[in-house]
């Protein structure tokens, strides 16, 4: 239940002059395996729908790929290091499915997607 058949992170990142960092990482898995639903029975009773589950982890969801960017420019002194930053997350604003939902009669899929591009700025003391 917890294959995940390819998972490949790659990391780089360079010094520029004047003490400005660029660096990128990408990130490329196969998706999750998943047990779909394939259908529902109705109970009047409890006014419910039981759920029928297909076979066990029979299906995977979509392959998931993310690259992020980011750019640091560092002030160092004697004792300590002022940083500031750049990031920005999912820059190919890739729309990576993590989960799947039905509606209440399981007839209606849709799958829950992760976060849309997310810029950030920040800045980083170390002493």
Not at 76 to 104: G, I, K
Request: glycine share 6%; aromatic share 18%; proline share 7%.
């Amino acid at each position: 239940p917890l294959d995940q058949t390819h998972n490949l992170v790659v990391v780089a990142s360079y010094k520029l002059p004047f003490d400005f960092i660029l660096g990128a990482k990408i990130r490329y898995s196969t998706g999750p395996l998943n047990t779909p639903f394939i259908g529902a029975i109705y109970d009047a009773n409890g006014n419910y729908y039981f759920p029928l589950f297909g076979a066990p982890f029979s299906r995977r969801l979509p392959d998931f790929f993310q690259l992020d960017v980011r750019l640091d420019k560092r002030f160092v002194f004697d004792r300590w290091m002022l940083a500031f930053y750049a990031d920005v997350q999912n820059v190919t604003n890739r729309a990576n499915v993590e989960a799947v939902t039905y509606n209440f009669d399981y007839t209606i899929e849709r799958q829950i997607q992760g976060l849309p591009i997310l810029p950030s700025l920040g800045v980083r003391i170390e002493w």
